[in-house]
């Protein structure tokens, strides 16, 4: 009797303590899609490069960072006011303010980088159409910026709306293997006395994200820039 009062006691705590054990794994139900994680961004050793910015007072520069991020220098790169467009840097900063979709920082340690890569330049598919604005600086600095350019691209040709100077173009177009550069090869006239530097044709070296398209060149002592946004 005392054997089968026993086993029915073991028989017993062992069920207990398999339903606690079940409980105790128990986990609430988590919907992994109810909050996006963002990815850290770094602050440090960033490469981009310098680009216009129009704001009420003329035109300023500012910094877009190859993860997509724009930046104004506000503190630590003397004549910065002055740097050629499409100058590729490595920079490291500090946050200072947040405008809108600009960031405010004081520079910590720059360096140029013109032999740099945009790692983004071979991943973007660059078909799509874009609205813009192109830039041109001078050898005295002095800057100039007109209408609204649309350009569109498909996998091999491309068309530049024509707008004040903008003097678009159409044609085809291709990545340099390098991926630093694009070769535009316009089949279209310009106007009579254009300034074909500024037309859409020829290499421009460009940077691109999944909004952005960043293309500049310099030619006979004029500094070119078309920024593009993707509609």
């Known amino acids: 009797m005392k054997k089968i009062n026993f086993l029915a006691v073991l028989a017993a705590m062992i069920f207990v303590m398999q339903a606690c054990d079940n409980n105790s794994t128990v986990r609430p139900e988590v919907n992994e899609n ?20 129009t704001t009420a007072s003329g035109v300023n520069r500012l910094i877009m960072l190859e993860d997509g991020r724009k930046i104004n220098p506000v503190s630590g790169i003397e004549g910065f006011s002055k740097k050629n467009y499409g100058t590729k840097l490595r920079v490291s900063f500090a946050e200072v303010k947040s405008n809108t979709d600009i960031l405010d920082v004081a520079i910590t340690s720059f ?3 013109a032999e740099a890569t945009f ?4 991943q973007i598919a660059l078909s799509g159409k874009y609205s813009g604005i192109l830039y041109y600086m001078t050898s005295d600095s ?10 569109l691209l498909t996998e091999s040709n491309y068309s530049c709306s024509l707008s004040g100077d903008a003097l678009g173009g159409a044609g085809l177009f291709a990545r340099h293997i390098d991926n630093k550069r694009i070769h535009f090869v316009s089949t279209t006239s310009l106007p009579n006395g254009a ?3 500024l037309a859409l044709s020829g290499y421009f070296n460009f940077m691109a994200s999944e909004k952005y398209i960043f293309i500049w060149a310099k030619r006979n002592g004029v500094s070119i820039a078309y920024n593009f946004t993707k509609e």
């Open 111 to 113: 360096a140029e980088a």
């Open 119 to 122: 790692s983004k330049n071979e």
């Open 34 to 53: 109810s909050s996006t994680v963002k990815p850290a961004v770094s602050n440090t050793d960033v490469l981009g490069v310098i680009l216009p910015n």
């Open 142 to 151: 002095s800057v100039t910026y007109t209408g609204k350019p649309i350009l």
């Open 195 to 197: 300034n074909e530097d």
